[in-house]
């Protein structure tokens, strides 16, 4: 008897996402630019939500899959991102401001034309929705024009930081304990992953009444022992108090809002391929890091150690 797994032309992956409300609904991966590093990255849109594609691997580990030992043990799981971070470069790029001249007002399709990235354009009205919210808008013969607001931008912003800040003592002793303006700190350091040092992080630093360079050096210097502790280390270090704590955390709140949605992801073949006998399949090589949420584990490890 054919298992599930007969013919499949890459080993299975487990994924984790939100469970779309239609369950025949299918999601489509888009190819985006990072808001900070402008490199390509991979976003799920599905129910007109736009989330992020992280991944996390321990050194040792395997998915048991039905009757499937799946080798790689790496874990993909999808979180929801505010669809502004992945906006706003490019209408900055847009708006062409020059000085005090504030710009020019653009169309969504004029704005969302990114040679080599035709996923901005599936989400026309996603942008439409949220970017009015950071933007000056005008409408001419039923036609709306779009242009970037810095003051409606840095209101958003800061809106953000204090939200992420009223998070951090749900998270555990070690955060609660932390001076008011040490959390402030920590929340800049989070929406920085998302925001370009000019112009938006000095311009929200300077309101706020922080140094601009101790956030950056604050989080060169965090990167960088991170980086050490993995290129050094045999084996992975335990994890502490803290991020375990924000690992259970992060579960639970999947699992108790009926959330989990696992899904096995591979490329059938055309359906006449059948399993092979007799020669064992090439294993996959097997990749150990993580992308994307490597930084948030290593700044709760970090915070929770006190260091």
Known sequence: MASWHDGLAAPPRVLISPRPSDASARGNVLSLRHPRSGDETGYLFIDGQLQEINWFKER???????????????????????????????????????????????QLDEILYVEGYPGYQQLMDVAEHHMELVCEVKEVANMKFFRLDDSKVLSWLCCKV?????????????????????Q????????????????????????????????????????????????SSLAPAPPSEASSLKILQLFLMVITSELLYVSVQSKATNGSAKPSKGRPAKKPKVEVGSKNIKDMFRRVTRSGSGS
């Open 60 to 106: 040792y580990g395997s998915w048991f899959l039905g009757d499937y030992v799946c080798e790689d043990g790496g874990l993909y799981y999808c979180t929801p991102v505010d669809p502004i971070f992945i906006f706003l470069p490019t209408f900055e790029a847009a708006r062409m401001s020059n000085g005090k001249d504030p710009g020019k007002f653009r």
């Open 162 to 182: 204090h939200n992420l800040k009223e998070v951090f003592p749900k998270l555990g002793k070690n955060y609660a304990a932390q001076l008011e303006k040490d």
């Open 184 to 231: 402030l700190k920590e929340a800049v350091q989070m929406i920085r992953e998302y925001l370009k040092d000019e112009p938006w992080l000095a311009l929200l630093c300077k309101k706020l009444q922080l140094d601009t360079n101790e956030i950056i050096n604050d989080a060169t210097t965090k990167t960088n022992e991170a980086s050490f502790c993995a290129d």
